[in-house]
């Protein structure tokens, strides 16, 4: 649970020795199984929301579809966890549903926290004002769209797109031939939009960076929330040619590797951006499809249908790309904004 009213200096995180799980399993044999229905029960689920000073932070729901039939919905506050800690998760649970038991070490969270605290203020705060110094002021996709929509329409909604496994293949080549990451393509090209629809020379949006240090031992394995959001700066200009413009994107992100753990807040600040943020959009890449670890964990007996995730953030617009055999693309959207 998390605190931070009642006087406190300081937010705390309190961890709780023993929390139970909420879980209910509903029957619904014999009544609408649609995917509409469970989308709108899923919905309504996911607008209770959660109270940060309660430590139960997520919940689940069993719905029996069919005798041999379920649809499982899982809710979760996302300070939690990231999305590589959701996939070991579930690897866990499939693991102890298996053997009876979950074998491995994990390390500890508290580790990752005494590690970020003895970082390099500093070098970080030289770095970040350089790469900022450009930014005159914020990329706001959201005031950029004209005309405005005027809908009194509240909470978020979301689309998705999913390319087939014969168009990923000649992306991924592509990607392989001018060595750079399908995040790097992806990137590139949401900059060039946010070029071409706010007017500005310098755009930027937020990216998502993994945050698990690599000399910190038995980080990969451990399950929490080490996710950290960059503001990712550039200048798209139509002088240089394709090839030439992904390497400067791809060279800005490994110029960031090094810095990738400086809160945003701070970056914020030293940008002079006091409370305001500096971009409204963020971007997550995600290279650890669900799906397919479900398919490769151990012999259950269980067989699982496709995944559909719906994320919400505190941004206007989130751009969530996961990448597997198969590309998929979703936009979740404030509808407000």
Request: charged share 20%; aromatic share 10%; proline share 4%.
């Amino acid at each position: 649970s998390f605190h931070w009213q009642d006087g406190l200096a300081k937010p705390l995180q309190v961890v709780h020795r023993h929390v139970p799980l909420q879980m209910q399993v509903l029957d619904w044999r014999g009544q609408d199984c649609s995917e509409a229905a469970i989308a709108e029960f899923a919905s309504a689920d996911r607008a209770l929301g959660f109270d940060l000073s309660e430590a139960r932070l997520q919940r689940v729901t069993l719905l029996q579809l069919g005798d041999e039939q379920y649809q499982m919905i899982w809710t979760s506050h996302h300070i939690l966890m990231d999305g590589w800690s959701s996939s070991r998760l579930f690897g866990e649970v499939l693991q102890f549903y298996s053997t009876g038991q979950v074998t491995g070490e994990n390390g500890r969270y508290r580790d990752f926290i005494a590690w970020l605290q003895a970082q390099d203020q500093d070098a970080q705060e030289l770095f970040w004002k350089a790469r900022l110094a450009v930014v005159n002021e914020p990329t706001a996709l959201s005031q950029a769209m004209h005309p405005r929509h005027s809908a009194d329409v509240t909470g978020h909604d979301a689309i998705y797109s999913n390319w087939d496994k014969a168009q990923t293949a000649r992306l991924l080549e592509f990607c392989r031939d001018l060595r750079i990451t399908p995040n790097t393509l992806v990137q590139a090209a949401w900059l060039l939009l946010l070029q071409r629809y706010t007017g500005q020379d310098h755009v930027a949006f937020g990216a998502t960076v993994a945050g698990r240090p690599t000399d910190l031992p038995g980080v990969e394995q451990q399950i929490g929330l080490f996710i950290n959001t960059l503001p990712v700066v550039a200048a798209p200009s139509p002088e240089i040619g394709v090839s030439q413009w992904l390497q400067q994107v791809q060279d800005l992100n490994l110029a960031l590797r090094e810095h990738e753990h400086t809160p945003l807040y701070d970056i914020q600040r030293w940008a002079g951006a006091g409370a305001g943020a500096l971009f409204d959009s963020i971007l997550v890449f995600e290279n650890y499809p669900m799906a397919e670890a479900l398919a490769q964990g151990p012999q259950t007996g269980l067989k699982f249908s496709a995944i559909r995730r719906q994320e919400q953030t505190n941004y206007p617009l989130t751009l969530v790309a996961i990448t597997g055999r198969e590309l998929s693309l979703g936009v979740s959207y404030d509808q407000a904004s």
